[in-house]
Each structure stands twice: as structure tokens, then as C-alpha cells.
């Protein structure tokens, strides 16, 4: 006859099992509550150039609306492939400085200004934009000395006013640049057209999107490559499907000198630039 021994567990370490179970589900419904604030509402980006002078800067940190133009595949992270198009999809406004996907690489975050819609025509002509034949306004402002990464510039600064009446700054280093004299552009359909407000600091839709020619299918932009002979083969955007879009950039929250870094905490301060904090864009 044999007596089976029965074990008690303790009940501290019941209690810290139970209790490391509760952290879990605390921190995992946290994730699943930001993730889906990032998805459906709100995601931040950090500037990683200066394409976008004097409008954002290398080390602003914004903040982007997801909802502006409804929700694609990009609108979750890693861009799963679980649907083509666009929910509730909303048409951007020109002008809108927009976060989207490059066409040749979907795990690469850009950032322009939409100057061309589908159907337009866009030319650059001496550094001035042209749609549809007619050229862009814009009105000088003070030069600023700019440091491009080679030496430090007096670049040109100019208020334009686009078709809609919306004005913005854009920089301008001469009218002779490489993309200062373009062909002309006509925007594909369900396809958007981008520049950089740093005018010749942008690899944008002035440039080959470096996408094959034999690739065909939803969310595909058809490139004229007869306009590459005007500014040569580098590879930029080209033109953008309206399903790359990721959302409208809204505010600059915060904002640090490139020389800001994450393991020097002195740096947090003595490079912030409060200055750019809470800066609505338009």
C-alpha cells in the first residue's frame, strides 16, 4: 500500500505569479491601445534632412494625422499586404505636407510639400514652378545663410502661393540648379506629384522613382523616362500612389540641433530649439 503526498504551493508565490500575470496584461493592453492610437489617429516622426528647409528641420520631431486621407496598408507598421487602396480614402490637399511611403522601398518614410494632383502638369522653368502652363507666384523674402553640408551659403527664400491660394516659404540656392529646369510632368491618375521646399536640396518627384518599367499593377505610377534627360538618371520619388500616403504632417511638437543625442542627456537641453516647440505647420 503506498500514500500519495500532496504538495502545497505557497501562497507567495502563488500570489507573485498572479501578479506578474496582471503586469503582463497591463503593459499588453497598453501596447494594444497605443498601436491602435497609431494606426487609426496620431504616429510621430523624427526630420532626418534638410529637404524640407525653411519649413522643417533636420531634428524636428512631428506629429502626423493618420486620419487625414483614410487608412491604407501603410497605415500599419511593416505595411502588411492585407488590402489594396484606401478605407473612407480622402483626396490630400495641394499644398499639404505629406508623409508617404517611397514607391521603391515601402519600408522608407518621406516627407514633401503635394504640388501636382492627377491630370496636372508640372514644370520647374529657372527654379520657378509652372502647373498647367501657369507659373507659380512667389514673392522674395530675406536670404538666410544656410550650411548645406559643404560650406555655408546665402540661399534664397520666397513666399509662393500655389494655385488653391495657400502660401508657404520655400529655399532656393540659385535658378541653374541640376532640377531647376525640368520637362514636363503629367501626373498619372490615382497618382500625386511632390517636391521638397529646400528646392535644390530634394530628391522628390522631379527625379526617377527607380522602379522597374515592366512592373505593372495597383498602386503602380507610370513614369515618362523621356523627362530624365533634363536632369539626369539620379533616383528620387518619381510619382507617388495615392495608397503610399501615410498622413497629413500637423505640428511640430518638438525640436533638437542635429547635434542632439540620445546617450548625452546635456544635449537634451543645451540643443533644444524651444523656439520650434508647438509650431503648427501649414
Given at each position: 500500500?503506498?500514500?500519495?503526498?500532496?504538495?502545497?504551493?505557497?501562497?507567495?508565490?502563488?500570489?507573485?505569479?498572479?501578479?506578474?500575470?496582471?503586469?503582463?496584461?497591463?503593459?499588453?493592453?497598453?501596447?494594444?491601445?497605443?498601436?491602435?492610437?497609431?494606426?487609426?489617429?496620431?504616429?510621430?516622426?523624427?526630420?532626418?534632412?534638410?529637404?524640407?528647409?525653411?519649413?522643417?528641420?533636420?531634428?524636428d520631431y512631428i506629429i502626423v494625422s493618420k486620419f487625414s486621407y483614410g487608412w491604407s496598408k501603410h497605415s500599419i507598421p511593416f505595411s502588411p499586404p492585407l488590402f489594396d487602396g484606401?478605407?473612407?480614402?480622402?483626396?490630400?490637399?495641394?499644398?499639404?505636407?505629406?508623409?508617404?511611403?517611397?514607391?521603391?522601398?515601402?519600408?522608407?518614410?518621406?516627407?514633401?510639400?503635394?504640388?501636382?494632383?492627377?491630370?496636372?502638369?508640372?514644370?520647374?522653368?529657372?527654379?520657378?514652378?509652372?502647373?498647367?502652363?501657369?507659373?507659380?507666384?512667389?514673392?522674395?523674402?530675406?536670404?538666410?545663410?544656410?550650411?548645406?553640408?559643404?560650406?555655408?551659403?546665402?540661399?534664397?527664400?520666397?513666399?509662393?502661393?500655389?494655385?488653391?491660394?495657400?502660401?508657404?516659404?520655400?529655399?532656393?540656392?540659385?535658378?541653374?540648379?541640376?532640377?531647376?529646369?525640368?520637362?514636363?510632368?503629367?501626373?498619372?491618375?490615382?497618382?500625386?506629384?511632390?517636391?521638397?521646399?529646400?528646392?535644390?536640396?530634394s530628391l522628390d518627384s522631379r527625379f526617377n522613382p527607380g522602379v522597374s518599367p515592366f512592373k505593372t499593377g495597383p498602386g503602380v505610377c507610370k513614369w515618362d523616362y523621356a523627362n530624365?534627360?533634363?536632369?539626369?538618371?539620379?533616383?528620387?520619388?518619381?510619382?507617388?500612389?495615392?495608397?503610399?500616403?501615410?498622413?497629413?504632417?500637423?505640428?511640430?511638437?518638438?525640436?533638437?540641433?542635429?547635434?542632439?543625442?540620445?546617450?548625452?542627456?546635456?544635449?537634451?537641453f543645451m540643443d533644444a530649439r524651444p523656439s520650434r516647440f508647438f509650431r503648427v505647420l501649414k
Amino acid at each position: 500500500m503506498t500514500e500519495t503526498a500532496e504538495t502545497e504551493v505557497p501562497e507567495e508565490k502563488t500570489g507573485a505569479v498572479k501578479e506578474f500575470i496582471e503586469i503582463v496584461k497591463t503593459v499588453a493592453y497598453a501596447l494594444g491601445i497605443a498601436l491602435v492610437l497609431r494606426v487609426l489617429l496620431f504616429q510621430p516622426f523624427t526630420i532626418p534632412s534638410a529637404s524640407m528647409e525653411p519649413n522643417l528641420y533636420q531634428g524636428d520631431y512631428i506629429i502626423v494625422s493618420k486620419f487625414s486621407y483614410g487608412w491604407s496598408k501603410h497605415s500599419i507598421p511593416f505595411s502588411p499586404p492585407l488590402f489594396d487602396g484606401r478605407i473612407l480614402g480622402k483626396a490630400p490637399r495641394r499644398g499639404d505636407i505629406v508623409v508617404f511611403k517611397l514607391p521603391r522601398d515601402p519600408h522608407v518614410d518621406y516627407i514633401k510639400r503635394l504640388i501636382g494632383l492627377p491630370g496636372d502638369k508640372v514644370q520647374v522653368r529657372g527654379g520657378v514652378v509652372y502647373i498647367n502652363g501657369k507659373i507659380l507666384p512667389r514673392k522674395e523674402m530675406p536670404s538666410a545663410l544656410v550650411d548645406t553640408g559643404y560650406g555655408t551659403i546665402r540661399a534664397g527664400r520666397f513666399e509662393e502661393t500655389n494655385p488653391e491660394g495657400r502660401k508657404y516659404l520655400t529655399q532656393d540656392y540659385g535658378p541653374d540648379g541640376e532640377s531647376d529646369n525640368t520637362g514636363v510632368y503629367t501626373v498619372p491618375e490615382g497618382c500625386y506629384f511632390f517636391m521638397g521646399d529646400n528646392r535644390d536640396n530634394s530628391l522628390d518627384s522631379r527625379f526617377n522613382p527607380g522602379v522597374s518599367p515592366f512592373k505593372t499593377g495597383p498602386g503602380v505610377c507610370k513614369w515618362d523616362y523621356a523627362n530624365d534627360q533634363y536632369i539626369g538618371m539620379q533616383e528620387g520619388v518619381g510619382f507617388v500612389p495615392a495608397e503610399n500616403l501615410v498622413g497629413r504632417a500637423q505640428l511640430i511638437l518638438l525640436s533638437w540641433n542635429a547635434d542632439a543625442h540620445l546617450f548625452k542627456p546635456w544635449t537634451w537641453f543645451m540643443d533644444a530649439r524651444p523656439s520650434r516647440f508647438f509650431r503648427v505647420l501649414k
